[in-house]
């Protein structure tokens, strides 16, 4: 099971990813980062990112419809599997970490949009994000 650095350096294998970071939405605080930062600046992107993760998972809007299967442990987690925030030349996928890691941490990954693959990037962060173990 890979662990942080892991987890971020095999995010960069993705085509077209341009950076990745592991983030800490309650606080902001990027648990760890590789690659080049939106706007430069790794520890403001972070906080944006974070700002904008908190947003959606505390909406109960976005929440899963009844469904008698899920459970408890469904709960636990974020409403949102991921989000995509798009612009003019980049992807910004954020994929939330189950609740196993108090359900509080997302993977950021920033794909540049012409070299990016954003159906593989949501599938390889939702692989990641099941496997990652945080130590």
């Known amino acids: 099971m890979p662990g942080i650095d892991e987890c971020l350096l095999?995010?960069?294998?993705?085509?077209?990813?341009?950076?990745?970071?592991?983030?800490?939405?309650?606080?902001?605080?990027?648990?760890?980062?590789?690659?080049?930062?939106?706007?430069?600046?790794?520890?403001?992107?972070?906080?944006?990112?974070?700002?904008?993760?908190?947003?959606?998972a505390e909406q109960h809007a976005f929440a899963p419809g009844d469904d008698p299967g899920d459970g408890a442990a469904a709960d636990a987690d974020p409403p949102v599997e991921d989000l995509i925030v798009s612009n003019r030349d980049s992807y910004h996928v954020l994929r939330f970490v189950g609740a196993s890691f108090d359900g509080s941490v997302f993977l950021h990954l920033w794909l540049a949009r012409t070299e990016g693959n954003l159906a593989l990037a949501r599938i390889r962060l939702g692989e990641m994000a099941e496997r990652l173990v945080l130590a």
């Open 10 to 56: 095999e995010a960069m294998r993705l085509p077209g990813a341009r950076g990745a970071a592991l983030i800490d939405w309650m606080s902001g605080l990027a648990l760890g980062t590789v690659g080049e930062s939106p706007g430069g600046d790794r520890e403001a992107a972070a906080v944006e990112a974070a700002e904008i993760a908190r947003l959606a």
